[in-house]
């Protein structure tokens, strides 16, 4: 199955969303399926097999925007999109969403992000939630990578980060 991830990050960006995109699709990828990303960024952190598009963030806002919308039109034969909360991201999906055939599936990884958005921002939420075929929102505790220190023994923590992230991108393909 052919499936888009779209984020505002992609690690070496620090976010927790960022290291989020790039477990899913590595995960996605191990479970046998073709994945692309688009992301904001430059000099992305390489996953073997997983075709990444950059758009560059010092743009300006509608270059930016209009980078993006370019990007996912000629990546929108695909099977699903899933989407990482953000209006950069959002909005060219809105705008595109006549000549997607994909299942869209909205994930809200920065619940505070929408809670201080402005009402315009508020407002394209609103509409990718009526557009996708789901939405969900993960825990925080998925979404943030435990800290590895290293006078402390992390190994439990990580390993159960991992294995339930995991399951969560394992259950992703039931929306897929």
């Known amino acids: 199955m052919k499936i888009l991830l779209l984020s505002p990050f992609f690690p070496p960006d620090p976010s927790p969303s960022a290291n989020f995109t790039k477990f899913c699709a590595a995960e996605l990828i191990k479970n046998g399926h073709e994945v692309a990303a688009i ?43 899933i989407i990482h909360n953000g209006p950069s991201v959002e909005l060219p999906v809105i705008m595109l969403k006549p000549f997607l055939k994909a299942k869209i599936i909205y994930v809200i990884v920065d619940p505070m992000a929408i809670q ?48 339930d992230l995991t399951e969560h991108c394992r259950q992703i393909t039931n929306y897929v």
């Open 39 to 81: 992301h904001y960024g430059i000099l992305p952190e390489a996953v073997p097999q997983l075709n990444i598009v950059s758009i560059k963030k010092n743009q300006g806002l509608i270059r930016r925007l209009w980078t993006f919308t370019q990007a996912l039109w000629h990546a929108r034969k695909v099977d699903s999109i």
């Open 116 to 163: 201080l958005t402005t009402k315009i921002a508020g407002l394209i939420n609103r509409l990718i939630k009526l557009l996708s075929y789901a939405s969900y929102q993960p825990t925080p505790a998925l979404i943030q990578k435990p800290i590895v220190h290293p006078l402390q023994n992390n190994e439990v923590s990580l390993t159960q980060w991992e294995k």
